[in-house]
Antibody
């Protein structure tokens, strides 16, 4: 069965960096587009970034453009999110989600990892 | 950017009753709309895509409809496990992919 397991969250000071990972299993990772979506405490869902199946195309929300980098290692079945220059407003649960073949929506989601940006 | 607006923000419904949730797009998204259910402390779960196509394992009491700018999610007879927050998301015109603010379905 499809499994997505995020890791790498934690407490970090403003201005510092953090890298999230998402380990995928149960499907052919290299053939799927992947996504990061976040959710601030008590708030709704916010799309963060998307990467094509081969890593050649990447898209970002304006709120993270220039600070966050999405990448993937298809040999390791792993998705990454490198987060630099973190701000308190980046505090959220970060979910990785597999993007469906039939459209850019998430058909399977990980359990999320919490990132807290605070001094 | 396409703005998605959900209403109402909170819906109080008794078990066994019908619930109707609305999602409006600031411009046409054709039928490229998904619905998700999220329970406290859990990841979102896909309910519908293409506005009305039920995802795997979703019970028939859930139905989705609409196209263009107006969409509806209906739960015909609410069960205890259906009390949750529901989000719509458009994927017609991106980036960015955009979500509505959510509708919380609570027990009346």
């Amino acid at each position: 069965q499809v499994q997505l397991v995020e890791s790498g969250g934690g407490v970090v000071q403003p201005g510092r960096s953090l890298r999230l990972s998402c380990a995928a299993s149960g499907f052919t990772f290299s053939t799927y587009v992947m996504n990061w979506v976040r959710q601030a405490p008590g708030k709704g869902l916010e799309w963060v970034a998307l990467i094509s199946y081969d890593g050649n195309n990447k898209y970002y929300a304006d709120s993270v453009k220039g600070r966050f980098t999405i990448s993937r290692d298809n040999s390791k079945n792993t998705l990454y999110l490198q987060m630099n220059s973190l701000r308190p407003e980046d505090t959220a649960v970060y979910y990785c989600a597999r993007v469906a073949i039939s459209g850019s929506f998430g058909d399977y989601w990980g359990q999320g990892t919490l990132v807290t940006v605070s001094s | 950017e396409i703005v998605m607006t959900q209403s109402p923000a909170t819906l109080s419904v008794s078990p066994g009753e019908r619930a109707t949730l609305f999602c409006r797009a600031s411009q046409s998204v054709s039928s490229n709309l998904a619905w998700y259910q999220q329970k406290p402390g859990r990841a979102p779960r896909l309910l519908f895509y293409r506005a009305s196509l039920r995802a795997t394992g979703i019970p028939a009491r859930f139905s989705g409809s609409g196209s263009g700018t107006e969409f509806t999610l209906t739960i015909s007879s609410l069960q205890s496990e259906d009390f949750a927050v529901y989000y719509c998301q458009q994927y017609n015109n991106w980036p960015p992919l955009t979500f509505g603010g959510g509708t919380k379905v609570e027990i009346k």
